[in-house]
């Protein structure tokens, strides 16, 4: 049965596959998440929300890399007052997993959106911890294991569901992040978030982006995605969503390999909203021709000396 | 995944007319650009300022040709800009009308004008008979009528203004109404604003007639990624900015009643 192969169970949740929508990708209507749903995902992820509304940066918020996309959207959201209404609705059209992606400028913020997105539904809560400390401008709350394990411990408290850490790569040791998170309670890690990254225009001598800098998403940034699940894997045992240019089923197999338990997928869903499915199927050939009964039994396979 | 009509191309704005007191024609040259179809859009990134969807109006021999209303910051500071000034350009974007043969109808209110005039110019040669109704508040905002007066071959170019001051005194749905009445048309093609666009939908769906529209929404990333331009379960960018009349349907709760805000809320259009 096909979904024997590619279901998977990880910190208390189930999913029929492991292919989950990244946030911040289509991520503000339940229309939309469900259209993505229909497009094979196994779980979905909202649009990072916080305590009030904020209508983002001014655009150019997206610019084209060379292998990637460089985007700088400011976290546009309606607040999660508003949000919950849609979260509300979207728990009704939704036959998989929703995930709220929260954020915040301080703990008992990140608390307090967490519990109102359970509160109204969600099944899960990955926080986004890649937005400044208000106390500490400039450093991001996801750059300090003090901060980082002070916001997952009070979200921790504050929800009774599972809690994932995305986890952002801008950061020397990927690991010690891991470790803070983890031992403030994280149910699961999501590797990661985009790479701090900009561009500027030649004629023009000038950034593109409004905001001058930006986050780096698609094919450019796997390589780095995968070394920090694979340096994660090999420390702790907790479970790991892996993310970052994941375009095809091999991208995917291969953060699979280096111990990731599921994947996201952001980037690609633009040229493709059915890319979940098209890459489950290539999973389950892959399986198939291995001799693999589940995905489970390929998780952290490169790790075996 | 990177796209050669997404990477941003600068150019140098080769022309500018006044088209009314409110709209401002601006030419440059793109190669990709040149060979849009009528309906698809382009990002124009005004450095500094801002980066904004804009129709193409029109295409001739790699120059392109885009129509502006002044409405706010980045359109006001267009209306200032002269040839020579730099600006970046990603796209096409978004699908476009699909060509039909026969009897078109051509529904057009303020800058919704301008994908139309391109339309008209790919369909005259291709149609038994091509109308245009155009609307506008006054005389001076009447975009394009020359144009529209050549390719329509004169009865067939129907002109209202709110004020009287040009054509017939009322909105562009009331010689609609009586041209739907008594004639055949195998397609009919709107854009302008969405209240329009919304009453065009109205009276061609109660006639069980074919209708293609074109909707805007706030645009960011214009690729199908952020979200920002959804309508139902569709994304303007890339799923449109065309729509057909069974699209409309499935949006109706939406159409010319709510879109998304800078923060994602839903606002009225
Ligand atoms: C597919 C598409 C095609 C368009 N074609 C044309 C055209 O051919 N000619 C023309 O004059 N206008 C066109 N527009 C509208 C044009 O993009 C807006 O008028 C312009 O962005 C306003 O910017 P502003 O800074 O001058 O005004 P602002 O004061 O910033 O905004 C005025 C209003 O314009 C709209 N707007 C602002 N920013 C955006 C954005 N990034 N995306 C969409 N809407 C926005 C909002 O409704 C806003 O309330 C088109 C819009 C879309 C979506
Ligand atoms: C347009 C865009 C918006 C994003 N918004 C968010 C967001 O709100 N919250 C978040 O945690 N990540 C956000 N991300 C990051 C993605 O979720 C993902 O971590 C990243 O893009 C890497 O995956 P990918 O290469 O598959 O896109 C965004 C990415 C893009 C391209
Ligand atoms: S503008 Fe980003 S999805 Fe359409």
Redesign the pocket.
Known sequence: MESNLLGISFAGLSLENPTIL????L?YTAESLKRVAKGGAGAV?T??IGASPRAGYPNP??VQAEA??L?A?G?P?PGIDVYSEEIKYAKTVLRVPLFV?V?GYSADEYASVASKAVEAGADAV?L?V?CPHVKQTGAEIGQSPKFLSEVVEKTKAAVNKPLIV?LSPNVADITVLAQAAIEAGADAL?A???LKAMAIDTETMMPILSNVKG????????PV?LRCVFDIAEQFEVPIIG?????DWRDAVEFFLAGASAV???????DDDEVFRTICRGIETYLRKKHYGSVKEIVGLAHRK | MPTANNAIRMTEIVNVRTESPTVKTFTFTDRLCGKAKPGQFVMLWLPGIDEIPLSIMDVNNGLVSVSVKAVGDATRHMHNMEAGTLVGVRGPFGNSFIESRGRVLLVGGGTGTAPLLFLAKQLSAKTERLSFVEGAKTKDELLFVRELDGICSGKNLITTTEDGTAGLQCLVTQPLGELLDKERFDMIYTCGPEVMVKKIFEMTEQRKLPLEASLERLM??GIG???SCVIGKYRVCRDGPVFTAAQLREVADELGISKLGFDGSRIPV
């Open positions: 990244a946030s911040g990708i991520g992820v649009k990072s918020t997206v990637g996309l985007n959207m976290l959201n992606s954020f990955e986004n890649s995305k999501t990661v978030n985009t986050g780096l998403s698609g094919p450019a940034i796997k995605a993310c970052g240019g994941i375009t996201e997928i952001g980037t690609a869903v633009a | 960011r990333c990624l952020c979200g």
